[in-house]
């Protein structure tokens, strides 16, 4: 079945202490991409990446970090969560072209304490 | 940045036909129109997308306009299980979503 897989679902972590939500999708798309969706301000992008060895920020990308080494691959990282980075997190992937609709995962909530 | 204005909310009755309206005046020739849906507790799901013309699949139907800087999504008979957010969104080599409209259908 072609999907997008994050991981975790949930998890509830210290400020400061690092972590990484991974997500890989089984699709070979090329673009990928870190959203976060916070009541009242809907789904902002964090990162993207059009290809493997390739990423530019979104709108809200201060205190995250990611990288693509392998296409089906795209783990978002935060070297020192704080509270402030309590969200929900969603993947997606697509093909290069704007003829192809995104495929997304299922979400992790974080909640930072 | 979204670039396309939707309603916050609107109602329907079940198995009526529901038309979502959405505003994207300062669409580029090359942008196509993309809806997405968003039920309770899931990630976004793609719906319909056109350019010009047209389109429906078995979701749904997109009614572009003709100058193309507004859109109609169609539900043709609304079900419960239609209630959620709906995103339309222009893509142009990337996608950033608004608020959308929260569609509540009533039995």
């Known amino acids: 079945e072609a999907q997008v897989t994050q991981n975790p679902r949930y998890l509830i972590t210290v400020t400061g202490k690092k972590l990484t939500v991974t997500c890989s999708q089984n699709?070979?798309?090329?673009?990928m991409s870190w959203y976060r969706q916070d009541p009242g301000l809907g789904l902002r992008q964090i990162y993207y990446?059009?290809?493997?060895?390739?990423?530019d920020k979104g709108d809200v990308p201060e205190g995250y970090k990611v990288s693509r080494k392998e296409k089906r691959n795209f783990p978002l990282i935060l070297e020192s969560p704080s509270p402030n980075q309590t969200s929900l997190y969603f993947c997606?992937?697509?093909?290069?072209?704007?003829?192809?609709?995104?495929?997304f995962g299922s979400g992790t909530r974080l909640t930072v304490v | 940045d979204a670039k396309t204005t939707q309603p916050n909310s609107m109602e329907s009755n079940e198995e009526e036909p529901v038309h979502l309206p959405c505003n994207h005046s300062?669409?580029?020739?090359?942008?196509?129109i993309h809806w997405y849906r968003q039920l309770p507790s899931q990630g976004p799901e793609y719906v319909i997308h056109?350019?010009?013309s047209n389109v429906n699949n078995r979701m749904a139907s997109l009614a572009i306009a003709e100058d193309r800087k507004s859109s109609t999504l169609i539900l043709h008979r609304a079900t419960l299980r239609d209630a959620a957010v709906y995103y339309c969104i222009r893509h142009n080599n990337d996608m950033r979503f608004g608020a959308g409209t929260r569609l509540t259908v009533k039995p």
């Open positions: 056109g350019l010009t």
């Open positions: 300062t669409i580029s020739g090359t942008d196509y």
């Open positions: 990446s059009m290809n493997v060895e390739v990423t």
């Open positions: 997606a992937s697509s093909p290069p072209d704007r003829w192809h609709g995104y495929t």
């Open positions: 699709m070979n798309h090329e673009y």
